[in-house]
């Protein structure tokens, strides 16, 4: 069965303490990795794709990378403004819809 | 441009009642969704549309219904809404090119279900 695991549920960090959050997958062919952001009340906000073992991907703070069996989302020197949920899904070969992991809930504290 | 839109924001049913959930993208995707998102448990596909003309169950179809009105519009019907379906609902729309293949999300509806 398709699955998704992210790790932790929740992290608490200091302003400026970098740290990074896990996604591990098990899926019969991976289309595709993605990451997002979710902040209370609102959709999930698309953040990166990664397609292929060893690509990474940078935006601001974050960045993202993939190995064949998980995903790094890396947060260098966070700041209050980077907290949030992050959703992690997958993306199968031959199917419409997305796998998702049951996120990671980041708290940056100033 | 306002991506993903989805009308109402919030909702409070009485068990047994019907509603419609209204979902419109002005991106020209081919592609909509509908998920719902639970406490504990990710968020889980309902419906599909891959065109307009066309629908598919996802993962938890039971006790909904889908409408592709046009190549903008996605709505999802509760026919006889239950508690169990109190969740917030999501509806994407995806765009391919090339490599690229990514779903972008409204802002949700929040329904309760008494």
């Known amino acids: 069965e398709d699955q998704v695991t992210q790790s932790p549920e929740a992290l608490r960090l200091q302003e400026g303490e970098s740290s990074s959050l896990n996604c591990s997958y098990t899926v019969s062919g991976l289309r595709g990795l993605f990451w997002y952001r979710q902040d209370p009340g609102k959709g999930p906000e698309f953040l990166f794709t990664l397609y292929s073992a060893g690509e990474e991907k940078e935006k601001e703070r974050l960045k993202a990378t993939l190995t064949k069996k998980e995903s790094f989302l890396h947060i260098t020197a966070p700041k209050p403004e980077d907290s949030a949920t992050y959703l992690c899904?997958?993306?199968?070969?031959?199917?419409?819809?997305?796998?998702f992991g049951q996120g990671t809930r980041l708290t940056i504290n100033p | 441009n306002a991506g993903v839109t989805q009308t109402p924001k919030f909702q409070v049913l009485k068990t047994g009642q019907s509603m419609t959930l209204q979902c419109a993208q002005d991106m020209n995707h081919n592609s909509m969704y509908w998920y719902r998102q639970d406490p504990g448990m990710g968020l889980r596909l309902i419906y599909y549309s891959a065109s307009e003309g066309t629908t598919d169950k996802g993962e938890v179809p039971n006790g909904y219904n889908v409408s592709r009105l046009n190549k903008r519009e996605f709505s999802l019907r509760l026919e006889s809404a239950a508690p169990s379906q109190t969740s917030v609902y999501f509806c994407a729309s995806r765009r391919t090119s090339g490599s690229t293949d990514t779903q972008y999300f409204g802002p949700g509806t929040r329904l309760t279900v008494l």
């Open positions: 899904a997958v993306k199968i070969q031959g199917a419409q819809k997305l796998v």
